[in-house]
């Protein structure tokens, strides 16, 4: 079956950086476009970042746009997010996604699979 497993969160002061990753086993990787979305306490999911099944188109939220990068590597069926400068209004659970369709990365509903999700926690 189809498996995204999220890590590389955790607790990091302001300013600091972190890199997530997430593996995906059971589906044709390089067919997906794929996304990350944020979860923080009574809040709803948001759209972070998103990446094309090639690497060659990129998508951000506008709160992370500068900070955040997404990139992939299709032969280790992995999709990362660097975050640098990160804020204590990052904090929250980090989940990475799988979409077939590009024109869906914003959409949480549009999703085909996601992962468990990583927790990050910014210290101010």
């Known amino acids: 079956q189809v498996q995204l497993v999220e890590s590389g969160g955790g607790l990091v002061q302001a300013g600091g950086s972190l890199r997530l990753s997430c593996a995906a086993s059971?589906?044709?990787?390089?067919?997906?476009?794929m996304g990350w979305f944020r979860q923080a306490p009574g809040k709803e999911r948001e759209f972070v970042a998103a990446?094309?099944?090639?690497?060659?188109?990129?998508d951000y939220a506008d709160s992370v746009k500068g900070r955040f990068t997404i990139s992939r590597d299709n032969a280790k069926n992995t999709v990362y997010l660097q975050m640098n400068s990160l804020k204590a209004e990052d904090t929250a659970v980090y989940y990475c996604?799988?979409?077939?369709?590009?024109?869906?990365?914003?959409?949480?509903?549009?999703?085909?699979?996601w992962g468990q999700g990583t927790q990050v926690t910014v210290s101010s």
């Open positions: 996604a799988a979409v077939i369709y590009w024109r869906r990365v914003r959409q949480v509903n549009g999703y085909d699979y």
């Open positions: 059971g589906l044709t990787f390089s067919m997906y476009a």
């Open positions: 990446i094309n099944w090639s690497g060659g188109s990129t």
